[in-house]
């Protein structure tokens, strides 16, 4: 099931801090499900292997048990949890902001927000615009992580106990004895301290939060005094969550705004699941002239596997059927008509929790009589921690 019901709409994100991530990219608007599609693709663009919590729903911790539905990139709970489960809990301290195009602010109207001075106890008013119907901001203080400790052996060892769930939620075939993608498990939590979800369902809206600006610098995670506002809203064609979700309160509860998942495939767990996977696939896009001969040998539990693939230049060609118990993966790439001969290797441990779409690309390049190459492009992609659009 697609993830996304394509329209374009501009995406560029960027972290400064330790690190920095350039990207832009077309991406769904707004479609009648409602934003959490929208928001998964934002946070994917810095972290891939998330899916975001738009709802801020509080079922989701690790070892919650329940089915994703990938049209709708909403996360049904079954209401039950593995027990007998460890925790690992780290501190941290990050901004999440993330936005489509089309969304300028936050506009202060009435000093700025970094006024040390006396200034910090009068209300401040901040103020977004959005252009265009589908346009998304999303900004949080992330302060803690929680994390489902050997979650292939838990997993494995409630697999009983799971296949019952599963069973109720309509997601197992007993003749088949077998879980169907899209139900598993919860395996970690990003959560914030305080926050915004912010979309527009019209092509013009605003949005504004209102309050003390120390307590507004705290809700962007950038003061030390009590994250809180005295109101908050907007137009009627905007949709938000935000925390706390009262005004004029502040909470020591924190909320989960993104987590991930292991999803179980008949009897095989698929850790960082994030959409419906039958076989893993590589895909050969030749922009050069050599004719490859290419050859995937890799281990599964019945023993060593095989697969060939002829690749002519300037064409794009698939080698499939890869199992999602393959592991060792050794890729051997003869370019045929290279002077001198010329052969080339790559290596994975295991697709399996990586491979997140199924796939790996490799992009072949070289023209006769110069030397060829090639990249897989997956594997240089870097990601680093969140991202921050701003739309001038």
Do not use: C
């Not at 050794?330 to 790559?346: G, H, N, Q, R």
Request: hydrophobic letters at 40%.
């Amino acid at each position: 099931m697609p993830l996304l019901k394509r329209k374009s709409l501009l995406l560029i994100v960027f972290f400064s801090g330790a690190g920095q991530l350039f990207s832009s990219s077309s991406l769904s608007i707004l479609d009648r499900e409602g934003p959490s599609n929208s928001f998964n693709a934002l946070i994917r663009e810095v972290r891939p292997n998330l899916w975001g919590n738009w709802g801020l729903d509080l079922a989701i911790k690790p070892g919650a048990i329940g089915v994703i539905d990938t049209d709708t990139g909403i996360f049904h709970s079954a209401g039950q949890q593995i027990s007998k489960i460890s925790v690992d809990s780290g501190d941290i301290s990050e901004e999440l902001k993330i936005s489509t195009s089309h969304v300028k602010g936050p506009q202060v109207a009435s000093f700025p927000m970094n006024d040390q001075s006396s200034k910090a106890s009068v209300n401040t008013d901040l103020k977004w615009q959005f252009s265009k119907r589908g346009a998304m901001m999303a900004q949080w203080y992330l302060v803690k992580e929680h994390s489902l400790k050997e979650p292939f052996r838990v997993i494995n060892e409630n697999m009983d106990f799971l296949k019952s769930v599963a069973a109720d939620m309509e997601m197992y075939d007993p003749g088949a004895d077998a879980i169907s993608q899209g139900f598993g498990v919860v395996t970690s939590v990003l959560l914030a301290k305080s926050g915004m979800n912010v979309a527009s369902l019209s092509d013009s809206s605003q949005w504004s939060i209102t309050g003390k600006a120390s307590n507004l610098q705290s809700m962007l995670g950038h003061g030390s005094a009590k994250a809180s506002y005295s109101s908050a809203g907007g137009d009627t064609d905007v949709i938000s969550t935000i925390w706390p979700s009262q005004p004029n309160t502040t909470t020591e509860d924190l909320v989960p705004v993104a987590y991930t998942f292991a999803s179980v495939s008949g009897k095989q767990v698929i850790p960082y699941w994030m959409e419906e996977i039958e076989a893993f696939q590589i895909i050969f896009e030749n922009k050069g002239s050599y004719f490859i001969k290419a050859t995937l040998k890799f281990q599964t539990p019945e023993g060593e596997k095989e697969l060939h693939q002829d690749i002519v230049g300037f064409m794009t060609r698939t080698m499939e059927g890869i199992p999602l118990n393959a592991t060792e993966l050794a890729l051997k790439m003869e370019f045929v008509d290279a002077i001198p001969s010329t052969t080339e290797f790559y290596h994975w441990d295991t697709p399996l929790g990586r491979w997140s779409s199924g796939k790996r690309h490799v992009e072949i390049n070289g023209w006769w009589p110069w030397q060829p190459s090639f990249v897989v492009r997956e594997d240089h992609m870097t990601t680093t921690s969140m991202g921050i659009l701003k739309d001038e």
